[in-house]
């Protein structure tokens, strides 16, 4: 018989080095397909996908095609023809057993479920959908086109023949089917148990099968493109004892001897974290007081619950605004002895590459020869590490974002604990669908969740969806009591003078900053947006240079790379601790995830939530009796509220509970003023529908998810949600953001120049990746359009893909303030471009 070509791999000069046969990727895929899928017990099921899913490719047509490589890339359709296969495979078997309708229904979505995964694995937007607003089906359309075309059908009884002499008996895909239909049944009864969410838990369902079908399709191309087994296969058993009893005892150490008082109350709050783990997987919160220590007590939780629940990996989650890197360095310290050791331990901060917008006419853009086969998309990690450390813009675009490599991760967050630190900071537009994905989560994949914040936002009490938080969920014990001994700032209201609003220009906050460095000289500075923190970072320095004060001042923004805050943060750190003068002028990046202490804060008006996390960065360890807290306001068109509208409804509702004395100025650490203040906020924003989701014609998103059934062309769907939708137009961020890799130091421009054609081997080239991660900043529209105008951005990927990677010509990248617009010809190295 002869062979079928699933993929080729070609040379610099276009020529075939080396075949993978059709059989063998349907039969490796279907192998990967199992492993994820046996985590929610649908091996079957998912196998089923993987093995059906490249049939169109036994297309004598496709054949020609990937042996010539006549033909544009996609322009030959395969991926209908397993979906065809398996809806006319469904309809042979519901007559030949004369089903009952509960079956026939259960079949019909099992049906649905493996087409549209089929259909869509090659869709960047995800699953097609299955009902519009305009009461249209692109799911129904896609099958009834294909029907609709005798050559297809004609084509379809001769694939049918192959696969059954080439790949899998007919005899076998029956046993096989009969398989997976018991474990879907198993799991569709499991779903219906809680009527509240079965529509959105069907849908999840069906995003998690498409997920295992995506990994393991691109899991296997990978292997044969690089050479090598890609797939984790740690131990994360092993891993998790080694890694719980190594912090246990470095705790332990911490707690020798005499130790402070506030150390021993994080001690006390620890061990509880510890005795906490045994229960079963639900989901919880943790309201640890900042300060408390909450990074390494969640972790400890989350080790020996992972050990005695026999959970596969652990999933660390935080504010898209916050420093991600510095949680990461505790745990590779605490956890590999190294802070530098990656082992085991996964730090991601977003995808790095993405469609190339050819929009860009100046973007430079290297000439490459070879077939690039969608190489950047097999080297993005899919999230196989026993650890891993993320932001909620990707913990969201796992179910939500368009890109399959986003999608492709959703299966590894199955059977995980899973900890959002600083939850209150989550995006108040992705409350619902949030809600909706971690009930999943939690009632379908067996996910322990962990809400950590020292001001918990209440989501259990916002309706539609709500989130089914479990009973007596709080961990730690006697909050008012802990809160209590957390004490340890004084907030003092600049914002209003002679009962008054008071509004400082950023020139004018230099000053008052200034002047404070006569009773401190230890001081953080935390405004709202980078343009009020650069302004405030140059005037400081032109007042401490004019008046020969010798204090250094950083500046802290998310236009540096990881490393670079990294660095920054350690060289404050070192000097507070040997008491040196520090200033520090930062965004809110800092006050979220960042262990770090300074006598005093000034902290421009905003929502309670973050005044709370910026005092915790002050006097965090009682170094002095009482550290002090400044609010302050500045002018509205120096510190420009209209596109950050959370921040600034947040900005609203506090400076209306302290007029409306709803809330004192010496009481805002008290819980009851935090619940009154999140009661506020959510009622203010869902009279605005935030909570709800990005409008979409007379929509919002997370209607979609409660989509009806219809009848049409005697084809059931199934209440699904419309997921291609969703895709084209959700978004975490207000703004799209573009990745680019920055040449902050001589690492980063090393890892430039290798992905820009020095790496000898493609199998290095996940690796480079995942140290490109520390080394990127993400850029709104309007920064990125005004590089591209500025010809500062390379592309550093092959030009005949259209996948893009950007990299930042030196000169546009500052060493105290990071990216910049602006060629400066004293940043500029070495590099070839």
């Known amino acids: 018989m002869a062979e079928y070509i699933g993929h080729t791999k070609i040379d610099k000069n276009g020529k075939i080095i080396a075949i993978q046969s059709l059989r063998d990727h349907l039969l490796n895929s279907k192998k990967y397909a ?116 005798k050559k297809n059908v004609n084509e379809l009884k001769i694939i049918k023949n192959i696969f059954y002499s080439d790949v899998m008996s007919k005899a076998n895909l029956d046993d096989y089917f009969n398989q997976a239909f018991t474990e879907f049944k198993r799991i569709v009864e499991n779903i219906l148990t809680n009527k509240d969410t079965t529509l959105p838990n069907l849908a999840m369902l069906g995003n998690y099968v498409y997920s295992c079908l995506l990994d393991a399709d691109r899991t296997d191309a990978a292997n044969f493109e690089y050479g090598k087994e890609v797939l984790n296969q740690n131990n994360s058993q092993k891993i998790f004892k080694t890694y719980y009893r190594r912090l246990v005892d470095k705790l332990d150490d911490m707690n020798k001897g005499k130790i402070s008082q506030i150390n021993q109350y994080r001690a006390e709050m620890s061990q509880e974290c510890d005795d906490f783990a045994t229960k079963k997987s639900g989901i919880y ?45 505790v745990f590779r310290e605490k956890l590999n002895n190294n802070e530098n050791d990656t082992t085991n331990i996964l730090e991601f901060h977003s995808n790095i590459s993405q469609k190339l917008n050819t929009q860009y006419s100046n973007i430079s853009h290297k000439q490459n020869n070879f077939e690039f086969q969608n190489l950047m998309d097999l080297a993005e990690d899919n999230w196989d590490s026993p650890i891993v450390i993320t932001t909620m813009v990707q913990f969201l675009n796992t179910f939500y974002s368009s890109g399959t490599k ?54 259990d009490k916002i309706n539609d969806p709500k989130l089914n938080i479990s009973k007596n969920a709080e961990i730690i014990s006697d909050l008012d009591e802990r809160i209590d001994q957390f004490k340890r700032v004084k907030f003092i209201n600049k914002m209003f003078s002679n009962g008054r609003k008071s509004d400082l220009t950023c020139d004018e906050a230099a000053v008052k900053i200034f002047e404070a460095t006569a009773k401190t000289d230890s001081i953080l500075a935390v405004f709202n947006t980078i343009s009020a923190t650069e302004k405030v970072f140059t005037k400081l320095n032109e007042l401490l240079i004019e008046n020969n004060v010798q204090i250094p001042v950083y ?29 520090c002028i930062s965004t809110p990046l800092i006050e979220a995830g960042v262990d770090i202490s300074f006598k005093s804060v000034f902290r421009s008006a905003c929502g309670l939530d973050s005044i709370i996390q910026t005092a915790g960065r002050c006097n965090r360890n009682s170094e002095t009796d ?108 207000t703004q799209n953001t573009t990745s680019i890799i920055v040449p902050y130091g001589n690492k980063a421009k090393d890892i430039i120049a290798e992905i820009n054609g020095v790496v000898k081997n493609k199998s290095d080239l996940k690796d480079l990746m995942k140290k490109a991660q520390s080394y990127i900043v993400n850029v709104y529209k309007n920064v990125f359009d005004t590089l591209d105008k500025e010809r500062a951005l390379e592309v550093i990927s092959p030009e005949n893909s259209n996948t893009a990677i950007y990299a930042l010509k030196e000169g546009y990248y500052n060493e105290y303030t990071g990216l910049t617009t602006q060629f400066n010809a004293d940043c500029v190295a070495n590099i070839i471009f």
């Open 626 to 733: 009482c550290g002090y807290v400044y609010l302050i306001s500045i002018k509205k068109e120096e510190e420009n509220l209209e596109r950050l509208k959370t921040i600034k409804a947040g900005q609203e509702i506090m400076l209306d509970m302290i007029t409306s004395q709803q809330a004192d100025i010496t009481n805002l650490l008290d819980k009851n003023v935090v619940a009154q203040y999140f009661n506020i906020f959510y009622k203010k924003e869902n009279l605005n529908g935030l909570t709800q989701g990005k409008r979409v014609g007379e929509y919002n998103l997370s209607d979609y998810v409660f989509r009806v059934g219809v009848k049409e062309n005697n084809i059931n769907t199934v209440p699904f949600s419309d997921f291609e939708t969703i895709a084209k137009n959700f978004e975490v961020i």
């Open 555 to 583: 500046y802290l923004s998310t236009r540096m790379c990881p490393a670079h805050r990294k660095d920054v943060i350690k060289d404050i750190k070192n000097r507070l601790e040997e008491n040196q003068p520090v200033i």
């Open 34 to 149: 199992e492993k994820f899928g046996s985590e929610l017990n649908i091996a079957h099921v998912t196998g089923l996908a993987a093995i059906l899913h490249d049939l169109g490719k036994y297309r004598s047509e496709f054949q020609d095609y990937i042996k010539t490589g006549n033909e544009k890339r996609g322009s030959i359709d395969h991926s209908t023809f397993g979906g065809a296969f398996i809806k006319e495979y469904v309809t042979d078997y519901i007559q030949l057993n004369e089903c009952d309708p509960n079956t026939r229904f259960n079949l019909q979505m099992l049906q649905n479920i493996l087409m549209n995964a089929i259909f869509s694995h090659h869709n960047t937007n995800g699953l097609k959908d299955y009902l519009l607003t305009s009461n249209k089906s692109p799911f129904l359309e896609r099958i009834q086109n294909f029907l609709d075309s």
């Open 406 to 459: 986003n999608r492709r991760r959703l299966h590894n967050l199955c059977n995980s604990v899973i900890v959002f630190d600083e939850i209150q900071k989550l995006p108040i537009e992705t409350t619902a669908l949030f809600n909706y994905a971690i009930n999943f989560l939690q009632e379908i994949c067996n996910c322990n969740i962990i809400l950590c914040t020292a001001t918990q936002p209440a989501l």
């Open 285 to 329: 919160t943790l309201s640890l007081p900042t300060g408390g220590g909450k990074t390494l007590a969640s972790m400890r939780l989350s080790l020996k619950h992972s050990i005695l629940h026999n959970k596969k990996r652990i999933i660390y989650v935080l504010p898209y605004i916050t420093i991600i890197e510095q949680n990461a360095r």
